[in-house]
């Protein structure tokens, strides 16, 4: 019998855009770290707590325009700019503390997503999932969080087979839980392949393969995810040899594959 120190599914949901060229610069050494994925922060906020703000990354005209007035920014949004509007709901968003402000950055998030923009659908999803500065609906965060995934915000896939496999905002689906970690995963987020490998350990949504356990516990390790860091040695004397030199061309191709120029 393998004992894992930890097995529990990371529930802490994704707030930043996976930063592709950040990743290409992690270090491929697995580390070590006691962690238990159930003594993780809830994702629920504390009433009057203000946690730190993820950063929401986008490619946009408006990055590095710092000379772009509000005024223009809201003139190029209500002509239909989905750039225009997501740059300025950014710029309400990180008003930290003023719940007017988030209500300001949740209406110019979702005119922007109502567009179509992809990251936007995402901010939109993550207001309505943590109800900050709009009234909390999990449900419609759900379908946010989709439209978003559909479009590849690997942090959207992530939450999204979050919300799937704890039927938050809905029933639960553990193959869709599954398909929406193996999505995010593939982009590289270090919590959806730790998630993946608990699927693949307890056979939920997926058949049990020790293989991919492994292979995916180490491809998060090496992100410096602590709840693969710490099962992933037990995971590994489970496996013969000739599963372990598999384990090494998978993720050898995992890694060929994402490190093509972006």
């Known amino acids: 019998q393998l004992n894992y120190y930890c097995v529990s599914l990371d529930t802490v949901s994704s707030r930043c855009k996976f930063d592709a060229k950040k990743y290409r610069e992690v270090q491929r050494l697995v580390t070590t770290r006691h962690f238990c994925a159930k003594t993780a922060p809830p994702k629920r906020r504390v009433a009057g707590s203000t946690p730190a ?26 002509a ?8 300025l709901g950014k710029q309400y968003d990180l008003a930290e503390g003023d719940a007017a402000a988030r209500k300001e950055a949740y209406r110019w998030y979702l005119l922007a997503a109502q567009g179509g923009h992809a990251e936007a659908c995402f901010a939109v999803g993550l207001l309505l999932n943590t109800g900050d500065g709009v009234p909390q609906d999990d ?6 969080f989709a439209k978003a995934a559909e479009q ?19 029933s639960k689906d ?10 995010a995963a593939d982009q590289g987020h270090a ?22 356990v492994v292979k995916w516990w180490t491809l998060a390790a090496m992100q410096g995810h602590p ?26 191709d995992w890694y060929s594959s994402v490190n093509k120029p972006f």
């Open 53 to 78: 703000r993820g950063t929401i990354y986008f490619k946009s005209k408006y990055m590095t325009d710092t000379a772009t007035s509000t005024t223009d920014l809201q003139i190029a949004a209500i």
């Open 80 to 87: 239909g700019d989905g750039d225009a509007a997501f740059a």
């Open 139 to 144: 449900a419609a965060a759900r379908v946010w």
């Open 152 to 170: 590849d915000i690997a942090d959207a896939q992530f939450n999204l087979g979050l919300m799937y496999y704890i039927g938050e905002g809905g």
């Open 174 to 183: 553990f193959d869709a839980a599954a398909n929406w970690f193996a999505r």
């Open 191 to 212: 919590k959806a392949q730790f998630n993946l490998g608990v699927m693949y350990l307890s056979g939920e949504g997926l058949k049990q393969d020790e293989v991919a």
């Open 227 to 252: 709840g693969a860091s710490a099962n992933l040695d037990a995971a590994i004397e489970r496996l013969a040899p000739d599963q372990l030199r598999i384990v090494q061309e998978l993720t050898a």
